[in-house]
């Protein structure tokens, strides 16, 4: 799903973006930290379990997520990848160690700048 130069990128970046929606299409926008094994998008932090972001993965499957910045501000120069997927709950070992993580399958994606 990533080329060599997006995945280079993710990995590159220690801040996301990640929106999430309720049963009832509540909109949620989180900042997080991520991981990735290049297939999927990995999200955790220290109380996962109690966030909003959670709660809507587990009434609604629908997520998206960006990571972007500025390569340079003169000239202005954004980039980023930003993708929309399937997220579910899973039990994984990453940047937070063993622990429960929503993990992001991507459906559609685009790169900018990358």
Do not use: C
Request: zero cysteines; aromatic letters at 10%; glycine letters at 8%.
């Amino acid at each position: 799903m990533f080329s060599a130069r997006e995945l280079a990128y993710l990995k590159s970046q220690p801040l996301a973006r990640i929106g999430t929606s309720s049963k009832s299409g509540r909109p949620d926008v989180a900042a997080v930290s991520f991981d990735t094994d290049g297939e999927y998008i990995y999200v955790s932090g220290r109380d996962v379990t109690n966030t909003m972001k959670y709660k809507n993965v587990l009434e609604n499957p629908r997520a998206s997520f960006v990571v972007d910045d500025l390569k340079t501000m003169k000239p202005w120069a954004p980039r980023g990848v930003k993708l929309q997927g399937k997220a579910d709950i899973v039990k994984h070992t990453g940047y937070m160690g063993l622990g429960t993580y929503i993990r992001i399958k991507p459906v559609n994606k685009r790169s900018w700048n990358i």
